[in-house]
């Protein structure tokens, strides 16, 4: 398997106090990760943007002002178009965390970062993680405990590292930083600002995102929706997260990714319907030979294991129940193809019947035709 370069960035701090204005609402991990034969071409690129856009030696996402949304855009789309790499973000609902251990800011960061790394063990055989340093004070402790705590090497697996730099020492880790820049004010709500949507939108086909706790930013919506609205959606996320919590998402990383993309589409706008096209794309970037077919599949199995993932007829495309008109049109979708075949298999029936003198009568006389028997008799 070919190495993983991982670098990660983050948005947002570490101070739990959400009671001081200009405090952030959110802490967010973003991992900026490439082939590892790719790091050469990955330095050419940025060195080349620093200087085509005058940003000196080094790319600071800060420095990139509201007013010059229109230069991150452009340079977010040389990234995309000149070099392959996938995005990884873990967001941290900080109004959720209890406790006073993580008010310790050394706690807070050994916790989360050790968190956010640790799942890498199971995507990739051979990984070497550079993270930006956040402050010199306790940089080895947090480096040696990471490596202790999350970075498992076997036999099997022996190349797999972790080490804190200066993004001065190490500039691939400005990229990171750019990108947790560019999706810091989607996630995070105390900073949220729209025109970023159009950022996200440019990388949601090549970005995996986990929540901490699971339950994310949307669900505080709830509370004003109708009371049968209300339900399907406190149902749907509960279920969703039952799943992440459980040893399914494991299993079949397949339909976690897959329910991971449906999730925050619903959080950014829980009426579109998601094309399959669109869910190819995506899931292309971590099973490059996965079909429709297969994503079909996926779906099939998750409703089997009752996510309510819907479709509405005569538009294609799926997402999550947000509300009770979602299962009643997605019931009324399958009506449309259930009823008129239980209507042909009362005709064909009775044609058997009348003609046969009853001597054929599969739903009467097949003891394996019971089921439908009943369902016949209800339309």
Excluded: W
């Excluded at 505080?220 to 996320?237: A, F, G, S, V």
């Excluded at 991971?260 to 706008?269: A, C, D, G, P």
């Amino acid at each position: 398997m070919i190495p993983a370069k991982i670098f990660i960035d983050e948005f947002g701090n570490a101070h739990l106090d959400l009671s001081k204005k200009g405090t952030f609402s959110h802490f967010i991990y973003t991992s900026v990760i490439i082939k590892e034969n790719d790091t050469n071409k990955a330095r050419k690129i940025l060195k080349e943007i620093c200087s085509n856009y005058k940003l000196g030696d080094d790319l600071k996402s800060k420095n990139i002002k509201k007013k010059n949304f229109k230069k991150r855009k452009e340079i977010l789309l040389e990234f995309i178009e000149k070099l392959n790499f996938v995005v990884d973000v873990m967001v941290v609902d900080k109004s959720k965390l209890s406790g006073d251990g993580l008010k310790i800011k050394r706690t807070f960061y050994k916790y989360f970062q050790s968190l956010f790394v640790e799942k890498y063990n199971n995507i990739y055989e051979s990984y070497s993680i550079n993270a930006d340093k956040v402050g010199e004070e306790f940089k080895n402790e947090l480096q040696d405990y990471v490596r202790k705590k999350s970075i498992s090497r076997d036999l099997f697996n022996p190349d797999r590292n972790f080490e804190i730099f200066d993004d001065k020492d190490e500039k691939l880790i400005q990229i990171a930083d750019f990108i947790s820049g560019c999706l810091g004010k989607v996630f995070c709500t105390s900073h949220f600002d729209k025109q970023y949507i159009e950022l996200f939108n440019l990388l949601h086909a090549r970005t995996s995102i986990s929540y901490f706790p699971f339950e994310s930013y949307i669900t505080k919506e709830i509370e004003n929706k109708p009371e049968l609205d209300r339900q399907i959606m406190m149902m749907n996320y509960q279920l969703i997260e039952r799943f992440f919590d459980s040893s399914k998402s494991e299993k079949s990383k397949e339909k976690a990714r897959l329910l991971e993309y449906l999730r925050f589409q619903s959080e950014l706008n829980p009426n579109r319907l998601v094309s399959t096209k669109e869910l190819l794309i995506y899931l292309n970037n971590f099973f490059p030979n996965i079909k429709n077919e297969r994503i079909r599949t996926l779906i099939r199995d998750l409703r089997y294991e009752g996510l309510f993932i819907v479709s509405h007829s005569g538009k294609p495309g799926y997402k999550l129940a947000t509300k009770y008109s979602d299962v009643s049109e997605h019931f009324n979708h399958f009506l449309k193809y259930v009823v008129p075949m239980l209507q042909k298999v009362k005709i064909l029936n009775q044609t058997l019947s009348q003609n046969s003198f009853n001597d054929i009568n599969p739903i009467e006389k097949d003891p394996h035709m019971q089921k439908l028997k009943e369902l016949v008799a209800g339309i």
